[in-house]
């Protein structure tokens, strides 16, 4: 497993680890973007699958970092499908809601057609297309607003913020000063999706493996959000009521990379090869609260 210290690649560790022997692999191991390290890789450990939740995944870096980026995003994914092929070695790889540009209305089905507006989208969207020209054996998962115990992530965020404004107003309740106003956290209410949890998307993916899934496959828990909805969810449930979030605009931010509007995806094959539905992203996220220490 490529990436296996990763938020997401810990989940699988652990989870797969459980009746498979798993090999894991991450940066100080091995740099993906170097072809000859993959095909050494491939020749120590013969695997029958290779899991890759390596990537570069800070999307704002992305803009910037344009050429580093589409190295482990996209050439990587080629490196890796080059060596298995002869091998038929079986690739299951990871991408995001990222591809699609947010205009649609409804969920996005694996075969609506992808659009990412940013260019970490459109490295992911690169590797998509290397895995899927070069590999005849590949599970090809996309996800979305990913958050697990290992891994900086906007439940993470959430919580550092309201933990530092209570601080404030507790000091500022000791020492008879006058607050402002109530705390408040400020959290973009033009972008839904569906939060999903790295625990559960592991075991999706033990699910996947087990009935043997091939090609693309939506996996997110089930439901969807604002970022805002999200973040008044995360406070209620961490008891952290008294601070007011505050929907604003995504302009607002001016981040460096623009954020689909709607990037929900559709969930039928997944629940028609698996027999299984995804838990709804309020219970996951309760899942994940009493795996942390907040
Ligand atoms: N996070 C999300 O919200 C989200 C949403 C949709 C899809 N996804 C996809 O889900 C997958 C897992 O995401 P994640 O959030 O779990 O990622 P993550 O926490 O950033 O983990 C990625 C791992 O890959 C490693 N890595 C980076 N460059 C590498 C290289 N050149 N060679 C070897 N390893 C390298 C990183 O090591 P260092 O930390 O040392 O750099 C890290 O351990 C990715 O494919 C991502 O695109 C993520």
């Not at 996309?142 to 906007?154: C, D, I, M, P």
């Amino acid at each position: 497993m490529l990436g296996h210290k990763g938020m997401l690649g810990s989940d699988l560790f652990s989870k797969l680890s459980i009746g498979h022997e798993v090999v894991g692999m991450d940066k100080e191991e091995i740099d993906i973007v170097a072809a000859d390290n993959c095909k050494k890789a491939i020749k120590e450990t013969e695997p029958d699958i290779i899991i890759n939740a390596a990537a570069y995944t800070n999307v704002d870096d992305c803009e910037t970092a344009k050429e580093e980026c589409f190295a482990v995003n996209a050439e990587a994914v080629k490196n890796i499908a080059e060596n298995c092929r002869d091998k038929d070695i079986r690739i299951i790889h990871f991408s995001t809601d990222y591809v699609f540009n947010g205009k649609a209305k409804q969920p996005y089905k694996e075969d609506d057609k992808c659009n990412p507006i940013n260019v970490y989208g459109q490295s992911k969207l690169a590797g998509e297309k290397y895995l899927q020209s070069l590999s005849k054996n590949y599970l090809l998962i996309r996800t979305s607003w990913l958050y697990g115990v290992k891994g900086k992530n906007f439940v993470q965020t959430i919580l550092e913020k309201a933990k530092a404004k209570s601080f404030i107003d507790d000091a500022m309740a000791r020492t008879n000063a006058k607050a402002d106003g109530p705390s408040m956290l400020s959290v973009v209410d033009d972008q839904v999706g569906s939060p999903t949890y790295t625990k559960d998307l592991a075991a999706a993916v033990g699910l996947l493996i087990e009935k043997n899934a091939q090609g693309i496959f939506n996996v997110t828990n089930r439901g969807t959000c604002s970022w805002y909805q999200f973040a008044v969810r995360i406070l209620k449930e961490s008891g952290f009521d008294k601070i007011k979030v505050i929907p604003i605009k995504s302009s607002k931010l001016k981040r460096p990379a623009k954020r689909p509007a709607y990037s929900v995806l559709d969930m039928h094959k997944f629940i028609q090869v698996t027999g299984k539905a995804m838990q709804p992203w309020q219970l996951a996220l309760q899942d994940y609260l009493k795996n942390i220490k907040i």
